[in-house]
Antibody, heavy 116, light 107 residues
């Protein structure tokens, strides 16, 4: 059974870069799945951020495309999210996920707060 | 890009009531539509995929229907444990957008 675990700083300063890593176990990052990031601001809905395939091909939410980079590290079986020029509006629980086509396996999520 | 619009944004119903939530896509997405249930502080849980296929282990009071642009999630007899926020999700292609959510409460 696949397990995903997010890690990274819980506090980021405004104008800085949010960086998170998702460690995958129970599946290979090279399997035929998309590896995704989804976020949820406190008290609000789910927002799809983007995804990566093991080949390195990425898709991003158009509203975040200019600030987002998702990368994959096959040697460590993990993938990462970088979100630049953050503001308070980027405060959210960030989930990493495996999209297997008809559904999503979710990590537990990690709260990232943008504050000075 | 395809937008997903859910309605209502919230509802309150009595135990045993039939509850219906709708999701409309701004363009046709065939049946590439899933429904998730999220309880406070928890990870979203898959209920329905392919618009109408019940995920294993999900109670049969949940059902989904629709194709193209209009979809429905129905709870045939609302139970106290169904209090949650429900999201539709299009997964045919990127961006894989979520609907805005419907918060279901007990009256």
């Amino acid at each position: 059974q696949v397990q995903l675990q997010e890690s990274g700083p819980g506090l980021v300063k405004p104008s800085g870069t949010l960086s998170l890593t998702c460690a995958v176990s129970g599946d290979s990052i090279s399997s035929s799945n998309w590896w995704s990031w989804v976020r949820q601001p406190p008290g609000k809905g789910l927002e799809w951020i983007g995804e990566i395939y093991h080949t390195g091909y990425t898709n991003y939410n158009p509203s975040l495309r200019s600030r987002v980079t998702i990368s994959v590290d096959k040697s460590k079986n993990q993938f990462s999210l970088n979100l630049s020029s953050v503001t308070a509006a980027d405060t959210a629980v960030y989930y990493c996920a495996r999209d297997y086509g008809r559904g999503i396996n979710w990590g537990q999520g990690t709260l990232v707060t943008v504050s000075s | 890009d395809i937008q997903m619009t859910q309605s209502p944004s919230s509802l309150s119903a009595s135990v045993g009531d039939r509850v219906t939530i709708t999701c409309r896509a701004s363009q046709a997405i065939s049946s590439y539509l899933a429904w998730y249930q999220q309880k406070p502080g928890k990870v979203p849980k898959l209920l329905i995929y392919a618009a109408s296929t019940l995920q294993s282990g999900v109670p049969s009071r949940f059902s989904g229907s629709g194709s193209g642009t209009d979809f429905t999630l129905t709870i045939s007899s609302l139970q106290p444990e169904d209090v949650a926020t429900y999201y539709c999700h299009k997964y045919n292609s990127a961006p894989r957008t979520f609907g805005g959510g419907t918060k279901v409460e007990i009256k």
